[in-house]
């Protein structure tokens, strides 16, 4: 691949490194430093194969708990919209109005990009490790870029959608009762905030090079990975 392709690629984890100053925008290894680069405590993954079973998030992470509630909040008229909540117990309700609430901010992919940003983030974390090499870890991305552009049409959207779906992440432990106001006051959470902030300020110009619909002339799996079920 080309090396404005290879950045496309690693911009799919751009709000990671907008929450890391230590770690770059375009570096294939997401920083230089180890030390700023901990998937052990955070993740629990140590090795290579643990690795591989994470990247199932890209599919069945916390998006699920609100693919239903994106896909029916652009499908539903506003009748069959409220009869929908009034069917639905506290803890979904409080969802469904959050999908309702950001479905114009993210569009139908609702919240994947937290997932697939996360994901991005690991596959270059896990190449400063050693786990991956470098034409692994761009096929695995491409799987990834795949998925991004299925579920949005911009970079905005995508952005949006993992900023989103960190607030909510950041909610999940709280109680029914608690729920709602939880997610209000973390929408407004100041760092959701400087994410954006920060890739617009560092990152503007590389993303001006980097259109949403570029070509990506992505690479065939390498024999590495012959059994890596990535559809």
């Not at 079973?53 to 919209?81: I, K, T």
């Not at 270059?124 to 991956?132: E, M």
């Not at 096929?139 to 870029?145: I, P, Q, R, S, V």
Request: charged share 20%.
């Amino acid at each position: 691949m080309e090396e404005i392709e290879q950045r496309w690629l690693y911009a799919l984890s751009a709000p990671s490194v907008a929450l890391n100053p230590n770690a770059s925008y375009t570096d294939p290894g997401y920083c230089s430093d180890l030390k700023f680069v901990d998937v052990e405590g955070g993740w629990g993954i140590t090795n290579r194969q643990q690795l591989l079973e994470m990247l199932r998030f890209a599919d069945n992470g916390h998006a699920v708990q609100l693919e239903d509630a994106y896909h029916q909040w652009e499908r539903c008229l506003p009748s069959q919209w409220q009869a929908l909540l009034a069917r639905l117990g506290a803890r979904d309700r409080v969802l469904y109005e959050l999908a309702s609430r950001t479905f114009s901010e993210c569009g139908s992919g609702g919240i994947r990009a937290w997932d697939l940003g996360r994901m991005g983030f690991l596959l270059r974390a896990a190449v400063l490790h050693g786990w991956i090499n470098l034409d692994e870890s761009l096929w695995l991305h491409g799987g990834l870029a795949l998925r991004a552009r299925h579920y949005y049409d911009s970079w905005a959207s995508y952005f949006n959608g993992f900023v989103v779906g960190r607030s909510i992440w950041n909610c999940m432990g709280n109680s029914d009762e608690d729920l709602a106001h939880e997610l209000d006051r973390k929408g407004d959470f100041p760092m959701n905030t400087v994410i954006l902030e920060r890739i617009d300020r560092d990152a503007s110009q590389l993303f001006a090079q980097l259109p949403w619909d570029m070509a990506l002339n992505l690479p065939e799996r390498p024999a590495s990975l012959a059994e890596f079920n990535w559809s």
